[in-house]
């Protein structure tokens, strides 16, 4: 829809029935969708699979990479950073020479390493992006769904950007709280959330 399409630079500038809007973020979101995706597959190592799920939960998946990297992490270096994670480790081409980002992702994460690999080998190396974008796009939807149903049925706006949700400044709370409580209805985990105001 047009809103995600638009700049993220001019959202300060949209409101709704004059109400400035905001979003509420899931942190680390799509490594989190890879850590249920890779619950229960018999390859990978369950303590390592349960300190990356930690990492994911505490919104500090990143922050673990950059450690290995020897990289320290500051606002403006982090978008940046991210999007070398998802270009070489999850949605990349695998190459015999591995980038500094995987070389510390195997350290830290081998057998979460090896499946992504030999996903790719197997499907083709686009096939961790379709399963993360799924899972990740039908979990919003579902949840904006229940968070409609939740508040009475299209008393409140609610969109969707990735993995946000998008409403209004005074709604913000209200969708935070009913999207904590289907990830325990849903999942049973209770991920990092952030509310942010357009602005």
């Keep these: ?86 270009s070489t480790i999850f949605f990349g081409m695998h190459y015999v020479d591995l980038s500094k980002y995987e070389t510390a992702f195997k350290l830290t994460y081998p057998t979460i390493y090896a499946y992504i690999l030999n996903m790719k080998q197997e499907h083709g190396y686009k096939v961790i992006s379709q399963i993360l974008q799924r899972s990740e796009a039908e979990f919003i939807y579902k949840a904006i769904t229940y968070i409609d149903k939740e508040t009475g049925r299209h008393k409140i706006p609610l969109l969707a950007i990735h993995d946000c949700i998008v409403t209004t400044a005074p709604n913000l709370n209200i969708v935070c709280e009913k999207l904590k409580e289907y990830f325990i209805k849903q999942l049973e985990i209770l991920p990092s959330l952030k509310t942010e105001l357009y602005k």
């Design 1 to 86: 829809h047009n809103i995600s399409n638009l700049a993220s630079v001019f959202r300060k500038h949209l409101t709704i029935n004059g109400e400035a809007m905001g979003q509420v973020d899931i942190s680390n979101s799509q490594p989190l969708f890879l850590f249920l995706h890779l619950t229960g597959i018999d390859t990978i190592n369950n303590k390592e699979l349960i300190r990356y799920g930690e990492s994911c939960l505490q919104g500090l998946f990143y922050e673990t990479i950059a450690k290995a990297c020897d990289i320290k992490l500051t606002e403006q270096t982090r978008k940046e950073f991210k999007k070398r994670i998802f």
